[in-house]
């Protein structure tokens, strides 16, 4: 499965910003559709996601209020909407799937895009 991120960019503290995922390839909800994101000398951390056919949305505990998944099955694409942005959302967000039914380990994804850069100003 090849994946497309975009929609990054520089959003000020307090903003929204929506991040695209699209598939040009296998439909989406055949996977569990996860978003992470990598802050500079961080680890790669889970934010939110599908899980597989897309009935049921998961996320870490600490972000869920303020950031959703939604999907456009017409479009083969998962959507990461962030609110409320602050400082520390600053970090290259990345989309992956899963051939497991839900998942949170980075080591459970098999594909995965390239990668959006998202920028918080305060």
Do not use: I
């Not at 995922?21 to 500079?40: K, M």
């Amino acid at each position: 499965v090849q994946l497309q991120a975009s929609g990054g960019g520089l959003v000020q503290a307090g903003g929204s910003l929506t991040l695209s995922c699209t598939s040009s390839g296998r439909p989406l909800r055949n996977y569990a559709v996860g978003w992470f994101r990598q802050a500079p000398g961080k680890e790669r951390e889970f934010v939110a996601g599908f899980s597989r056919g897309h009935q049921s949305t998961y996320s870490t505990d600490s972000l869920k209020d303020r950031f959703t998944v939604s999907r456009d099955g017409g479009k083969n694409t998962v959507y990461l909407q962030m609110n409320s942005a602050k400082a520390e959302d600053s970090a290259v967000y990345y989309c992956a799937v899963s051939t497991m039914f839900r998942a949170r380990d980075s080591r459970d994804f098999g594909s995965w895009g390239q990668g959006t850069l998202v920028t918080v100003s305060s």
